[in-house]
């Protein structure tokens, strides 16, 4: 085998192998928006999620890994990905959910 037959194979396989891919739009933009969001405030957060559920409302709303067409004016005024405001929508729903669990609990151990 010569040099350039092995480097052809290391490509070969390199391309086929889906743990040399990266990582994932998503998942990218998943740990952004927990670390931001974690940081809000109360009122922040809901001002935000106000204008992602009206960005994400609407019909002609794509949620695309990079085409930054969204703009959030509450966070940075700066236009988003849609896939990036899909993810920032539910990482926010979570943390509600997270919130009224710690809610609950905080009721319940009263």
Known sequence: MTIFDSLKETLRRWRHDPASKGVSPTYSYRIFWVKEALRWTEQERRQIREAVEKIVGVNDFVAD???????????????????????????????????????????ASR
């Open 65 to 107: 890994a990079y085409h930054r067409r969204y703009r959030l004016e509450p966070f940075d005024g700066q236009k988003h990905a849609g896939e990036s405001i899909s993810v920032l929508h539910d990482v926010l729903a979570e943390l509600d959910r997270y919130d009224k669990q710690e809610d609950l609990h905080d009721d």
